[in-house]
């Protein structure tokens, strides 16, 4: 299983009771690859956005001061993929602000404010 932790100041809203938590002035994209001992062969997991270089700040759009929705997203998954979007810098620690399970292998997209069909938030 592959995942990627994006920064949920910049495109999350907090959640369970929790505020708004304050994004950072430059907030970083995060991709971590991890490939099990016996994985498939099939090249590394890639995800691209849109809306956004990788490194650059999330625009307003996808975080609590805008829209507060997801930003599209284009990724290739050969073994499957979840995506976290992870707040490192939240009051009080880190703090997990949506989780995405059961991204399927292979390529796939979705659109501003969509999560991949079949799957689990």
Do not use: M
């Not at 002035?25 to 990788?54: H, M, Q, Y």
């Not at 810098?89 to 079949?118: E, F, K, R």
């Amino acid at each position: 299983i592959c995942a990627l932790a994006l920064p949920a100041g910049a495109v999350g809203c907090g959640g369970h009771g929790h505020g708004p938590t304050t994004t950072p002035s430059t907030p970083k994209v995060t991709t971590l690859g991890r490939t099990a001992p016996n994985a498939p062969a099939g090249g590394p997991l890639t995800i691209t956005s849109p809306a956004f270089t990788d490194g650059a700040p999330i625009p307003p759009r996808y975080t609590c001061k805008g829209e507060g929705i997801a930003p599209p997203l284009a990724w290739s998954a050969p073994t499957g993929a979840a995506l976290v979007v992870d707040d490192p810098d939240a009051p009080g620690g880190p703090y997990v602000h949506w989780v995405v399970t059961g991204i399927a292998p292979g390529s796939g997209s979705t659109s501003a404010g969509q999560t991949p069909p079949g799957t689990t938030t």
